[in-house]
């Protein structure tokens, strides 16, 4: 079992940055692919972004791309997720999920029903 826990969320103005992080711990998933996702009140969670297996590929929503970027301390088994330029419609509840299964170590998992361990969420909040 792994145990996600998210942190990092808060209050930003607009065009501010945040790094969330999130934590694993109960087994080390340096080998894992891990997503960011978000969900705004009233609005189904959505995909942010990903990183693969090994590291070497990463993906992103259209919405995020060129603004969050993902990365991973494995010697921390932590994942981070950078956001700079952000926006209003950037508010949301932030969650990371893990991916253990899978045989390709370049695949970036996009949906929801391929990750099998979520975090509770950080709640982020970028005010206009």
């Known amino acids: 079992q792994v145990q996600l826990v998210e942190s990092g969320g808060g209050l930003v103005q607009a065009g501010g940055s945040l790094r969330l992080s999130c934590a694993a711990s109960?087994?080390?998933?340096?080998?894992?692919?891990v997503g960011w996702f978000r969900q705004a009140p009233g609005k189904e969670r959505e995909f942010v972004g990903a990183?693969?297996?090994?590291?070497?590929?990463?993906y992103f929503a259209d919405s995020v791309k060129g603004r969050f970027t993902i990365s991973r301390d494995n010697a921390k088994n932590t994942v981070y997720l950078q956001m700079n330029s952000l926006k209003p419609e950037d508010t949301a509840v932030y969650f990371c999920?893990?991916?253990?299964?899978?045989?390709?170590?370049?695949?970036?998992?996009?949906?929801?029903?391929?990750?099998?361990?979520w975090g509770q969420g950080t709640q982020v909040i970028v005010s206009s």
């Open positions: 999920a893990a991916r253990s299964y899978g045989s390709s170590w370049l695949y970036v998992p996009r949906r929801h029903n391929e990750y099998d361990y």
């Open positions: 109960g087994r080390t998933f340096s080998s894992y692919a």
């Open positions: 990183m693969s297996r090994s590291g070497d590929s990463t």
